[in-house]
């Protein structure tokens, strides 16, 4: 096994896969209980503060360590992709312990299942308390619940089965904010209406992949393809002629950045996948074009925005080892039976998945087995947080490992 990802292994092993988040410091005791959280525009504050400042002050100002369900989706995943590559058992057994605590942390809704992040939440559009599901958590967890069907027993897959179901309930229910003829759109916070592509796309390719299981596939009354469509159809919509896919449709989200680009990508590869269409090759290409070659130097370091170099996150290293590695290990053919990726792009892919591998353990990994969150214009930001790096790099390596094998 690759060593970078032994010694992350048991890093995140010996942190019982619990940590910091970026976006924890509304757990900070000392602010929670004082007059100042009941400000919107202090909680957006403070919670920047946290995020931005290099020097983690969370110990300081009394914010726990916690299990969060994206991060342990994230883990699940890697574990099952670790457990495919080397058949060794107590990956497994590490799958099996984290699918327990995914169970423990799942959400009841007003009509189904989901999970939400382990921290109040304030964004410039809204609020969200901790144990609110949001789409994006959710489907993490049931992408991985996916991954991990395969080593379950059977009393496993039926509670796997039942889980997915409720889920598709929350989805169905409460989580489309509107839906014509021929578009719709998932919600990414219960009851808000704002459109974000990321959180509608895999959402529609998260119920892409539930119609690939017939165990789940024959319980569902709902033509999930059709929402699947038109979900595929609004987000796809808002790309500009050149590749340039906004984060959403508000004024304030107009931008591009390399991770949600990625996100969306392999959401529409996903989709395109599961349900054997090629309507959306051209797009799919198109916007891959754009992404691997506006979204990168030349060094191939990625920009976090696609007219800005920094911050270099982690994250985004991260989510393009995942896009890159998938894009180069699966054929993915059009209506010919030839490759919607030029062979320019594929070249293009390789080069920038060999540099990017290198680059992330030379100025982004620390020899006691973690990696860092950012490298700004001047500063580094050295905290290991937990679900944004560790769980995202692992995922990532993983499933590296897993093709390399």
Not at 155 to 164: A, D, L, S, V, Y
Not at 249 to 269: E, G, K, S
Request: proline share 3%.
């Amino acid at each position: 096994m690759n060593k970078t990802l032994q010694q992350l292994y048991q890093y995140v092993k010996q942190e019982n896969f619990s940590g910091w988040d970026p976006f924890d410091g509304l757990n900070s005791v000392y602010f929670k209980e004082s007059f100042f959280y009941k400000s919107e525009f202090l909680r957006l504050c403070w919670i920047q503060l946290f995020k931005q400042s290099p020097l983690n002050l969370r110990s300081a100002l009394k914010v726990p360590k916690s299990l969060n369900p994206k991060g342990a989706a994230l883990f699940l995943s890697g574990l099952v992709n670790l457990h495919e590559a080397t058949a060794e058992q107590h990956y497994l057994t590490d799958a099996q312990e984290l699918f327990q605590q995914l169970i423990r942390l799942q959400l009841n809704t007003k009509t189904g299942i989901g999970w939400g992040y382990n921290f109040d939440w304030q964004a410039k559009a809204f609020f969200v308390p901790e144990g609110t599901a949001n789409v994006v958590t959710t489907v993490f967890v049931g992408q991985a619940l996916l991954d991990y069907w395969k080593w379950a027993d059977q009393k496993q897959r039926e509670e796997i089965k039942n889980i997915i179901l409720g889920v598709v309930n929350f989805i169905y229910n409460e989580m489309i904010i509107w839906q014509t003829e021929s578009q719709l759109c998932f919600a990414y916070i219960p009851q808000k209406k704002t459109e974000v592509h990321n959180a509608n796309l895999m959402t529609a390719a998260f119920l892409a992949r539930v119609l690939t299981f017939s165990d789940i596939k024959k319980s569902i009354p709902l033509d999930l393809k059709a929402l699947i469509i038109k979900a595929v159809e609004f987000s796809t919509e808002d790309i500009d002629d050149d590749g340039y896919w906004p984060y959403g449709t508000m004024d304030h989200h107009r931008w591009m950045d390399n991770f949600h680009t990625a996100f969306n990508l392999q959401a529409l590869l996903q989709i395109k996948d599961s349900l054997k269409l090629t309507d959306y090759d051209n797009t799919i290409e198109q916007v891959y074009h754009y992404y691997i070659w506006e979204l990168f130097l030349e060094d191939s370091r990625p920009k976090y925005y696609h007219n800005k170099l920094f911050p270099v996150d982690i994250h985004t290293i991260a989510e393009a080892i995942i896009l890159l590695t998938q894009v180069l290990s699966k054929k993915y053919n059009n209506r010919d039976g030839e490759n919607i990726f030029t062979q320019q792009n594929i070249s293009q892919s390789k080069e920038l998945l060999k540099n990017l591998q290198q680059y992330v353990e030379d100025e982004f990994f620390n020899e006691q087995g973690y990696f860092y969150y950012q490298q700004g214009k001047y500063l580094k930001n050295k905290i290991p947080y937990m679900r944004w790096s560790q769980a995202w790099m692992f995922k990532a390596l993983a499933v590296r490992e897993k093709r390399q094998a």
